[in-house]
């Protein structure tokens, strides 16, 4: 197998030709984690005929369109519930899910908050823009306090979702956040959440000039794409600060968004618990079978 050294020769392979080109704004983020996404799966060497992808409506939603691969774009924030049917119906295909903080966390959040309670075997990369991007600039579930948006033209009044400690605290098996800013941490975490076993989630805060920026007096990208990195901690530093800093450390960081990883645990999955059962219920039955024929041939 050729090694592949650049980005270039890896569009090539993962890219499918004549989707040019893509329908991302200058200074958009979903471009940059369809690009992680590919190292991860370059690196992990996986076979592609065997990788599924969902995504359900948005502009995140639409980068399985791009990739040469099996994919299934489905209705507005039911990717998690097509994911789930896709695992049960064939559960040798890897299922890889995008989805954006509108479609996952607003229109779909029922089914992500019972996809991870399930720990449904799928990884989930939800890609945070804080608004509702392609439909118009409205409020998303994740829009920061006192953000301005189409549906709150004098800011947001409402707290946005921690969808990171939502899914931790759901009991999820992988669940991560990053920015778009750096290469180096998403790829190694995506790999790691794709290996896994059960529900893994990467976030990734994921500039959006168009429609989030330009109302919020951060359209100029280099501005926006600045903001990002002023606005994110490593979560170990924000822990630390939150159990030893003074009162004013503590009180800046609540406009601070933590990124790394949130948990890392092993717990076993919906369907490794379904097959548990079936063969326990088999097991009974073919017992009963066993004595019944005892019993006849007496």
């Known amino acids: 197998m050729t090694e592949i050294k ?22 958009c983020g979903n471009g940059v984690v369809l690009e992680y996404t590919f190292w991860a799966l370059e690196e992990l060497g996986w076979d592609m005929d065997k990788v599924v992808f969902v995504s359900g409506i948005g502009c995140s939603s639409r980068l399985p369109g791009y990739i040469n691969a099996d994919g299934l774009h489905t209705t507005h924030g039911r990717a998690l519930a097509f994911a789930t049917g896709i695992k049960a119906a064939n559960p040798d295909l890897n299922v890889i899910v995008f989805t954006g903080d509108g479609d996952c966390a607003g229109i779909g959040g029922n089914h992500f908050i019972h996809a991870a309670r399930r720990n449904i075997d799928m990884t989930v990369i939800m890609i945070n823009n804080f608004i509702y991007g392609m439909t118009g600039g409205q409020l998303a579930p994740t829009t920061p306090f006192g953000s301005i948006a ?149």
């Open 150 to 298: 189409t549906t709150a033209p004098y800011g947001n009044i409402e707290h946005p979702f921690d969808i990171c400690n939502l899914a931790k605290a759901l009991g999820a098996n992988y669940v991560a956040r990053w920015t778009v800013t750096h290469p180096y941490q998403p790829i190694k975490s995506l790999k790691r959440a794709l290996q896994k076993k059960g529900f893994s989630l990467v976030e990734f805060l994921a500039p959006c000039p168009t429609a989030y920026g330009r109302r919020n007096k951060l359209g100029d990208i280099k501005k926006l794409w600045k903001w990002y990195e002023d606005h994110t901690i490593l979560l170990e530093d924000y822990e630390r600060i939150m159990s030893y800093g003074s009162e004013e450390e503590k009180e800046a960081m609540k406009d601070m968004f933590p990124i790394g990883v949130f948990q890392d645990i092993d717990k076993p999955g919906f369907f490794e618990e379904y097959q548990k059962l079936v063969a326990r219920l088999m097991g009974k039955n073919n017992k009963k079978t066993a004595e019944a024929k005892a019993v006849i041939k007496k």
């Open 6 to 27: 650049t980005a270039e020769e890896l569009n090539k392979k993962y890219l499918r030709e004549g989707m040019w080109p893509t329908i991302f704004c200058n200074g």
